[in-house]
């Protein structure tokens, strides 16, 4: 077991931006040797449909501390929604949960901001998703952006499922409750932003027992590198910031998060 590190429980390495020209970046296999070289200790890919979820296991199969999950976002629903198709892709998804390296559902759950995806089949989806988790045991991954109070009805539906709260954007005691459930919340660079007061108290009252860390990359990279592609490599600014709002040290907190993300992903090497 790596006894030192940051681990980046959410992380999108297959996006085509990491690809591209324009990113800023080192290509992609460049950037995960380094980093995985450097402080990083475990990256979890996260799938949003079919065809990303696929591509997230193919890059766990390659590096021995990437993990992936796999699942429907909501902003990718097919539309119109058929039960049929539904069904079928679900039993898809289900068929991935039996990689070595698969560890999770997700990401799933509700998105109240961009109106693509009608929200009646964002939840038909968050529902069937829910149930893939229940009969599997395994943990899920769930996005939630202003969608706080469907999220928390849904998941009080399935008391058997547990699993993370990703970038999370609710109220210190939306947090409580959840971490009462026995949820973890997840803490993205929006941590280091200026205007980030409803995230810092949450931080502040979520135990580090129940805190991960996560860049969402290429997305929400942590001041003062707004504007960049994000990565793991900027995951210490993440840290810093919750070790100077729960008054711990820097190693405190990559210690504890490591080992949370450990557990909730059931790592055991
Ligand atoms: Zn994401």
Same mark, same amino acid.
């Given at each position: 077991?790596t #006894?030192?590190?940051?681990?980046d429980t ?7 931006? /990491?690809?591209? %020209?324009?990113?800023?970046v080192?290509?992609v296999? #460049? ?18 449909? !079919? ?5 997230a296991?193919a890059?766990?199969e390659? *590096?021995?501390h990437?993990?992936?999950? =796999? ?7 097919p539309i119109?929604?058929?039960a049929g198709?539904t069904?079928?892709l ?9 990689h070595?390296?698969?560890?999770a +559902?997700? #990401? +799933?759950?509700?998105d ?6 009608p929200?009646?089949?964002q939840q038909?989806? /968050?529902?069937?998703?829910?149930q893939?988790?229940?009969e599997?045991?395994?943990? =899920? $991954?769930i996005h ?7 999220v928390?009805d849904t998941?009080?539906r399935y008391?058997?499922v547990k699993g993370?709260l ?10 409580e409750?959840? !971490?009462? &459930?026995?949820? *973890?919340?997840s =803490?993205?660079g929006v =941590? ?5 007061r ?5 931080v502040e009252?979520?135990?580090?027992d129940?805190?991960?860390?996560e ?23 993440? $840290? ?7 008054? $711990?040290?820097y190693e405190?907190?990559?210690?504890a ?6 557990? !909730?992903f059931r790592? &055991? %090497?």
């Amino acid at each position: 077991m790596t #006894e030192t590190g940051i681990f980046d429980t959410h992380a999108h390495y297959h996006d085509r931006r /990491f690809s591209s %020209e324009e990113s800023g970046v080192p290509a992609v296999d #460049e950037l995960l040797s380094s980093l995985f070289a450097d402080n990083i200790c475990g990256i979890t890919g996260i799938g949003t449909d !079919v065809e990303t979820s696929l591509e997230a296991i193919a890059l766990a199969e390659r *590096y021995p501390h990437m993990y992936a999950a =796999v699942g429907m976002y909501p902003g990718s629903c097919p539309i119109p929604f058929d039960a049929g198709k539904t069904q079928e892709l679900i039993a898809e998804f289900g068929r991935m949960l039996s990689h070595p390296k698969v560890v999770a +559902i997700g #990401e +799933i759950g509700l998105d109240f901001h961009y109106d693509d995806v009608p929200r009646d089949i964002q939840q038909l989806w /968050f529902d069937r998703q829910m149930q893939l988790a229940g009969e599997t045991g395994m943990p =899920v $991954v769930i996005h939630d952006r202003e969608a706080h109070g469907a999220v928390m009805d849904t998941l009080c539906r399935y008391p058997g499922v547990k699993g993370i709260l990703h970038s999370f954007s609710g109220s210190a005691e939306m947090a409580e409750q959840l !971490v009462k &459930m026995g949820w *973890y919340i997840s =803490v993205s660079g929006v =941590v280091t932003f200026k205007n980030a007061r409803r995230l810092l108290e949450a931080v502040e009252r979520v135990p580090l027992d129940f805190l991960l860390v996560e860049t969402d990359c290429p997305y929400l990279t942590p001041h003062p590198h707004r504007g960049k592609t994000n990565h793991s490599g900027y995951l210490p600014y993440t $840290v810093s910031r919750i070790a100077e709002i729960k008054g $711990v040290s820097y190693e405190e907190v990559c210690r504890a998060t490591r080992e949370n993300a450990r557990r !909730v992903f059931r790592i &055991m %090497e």
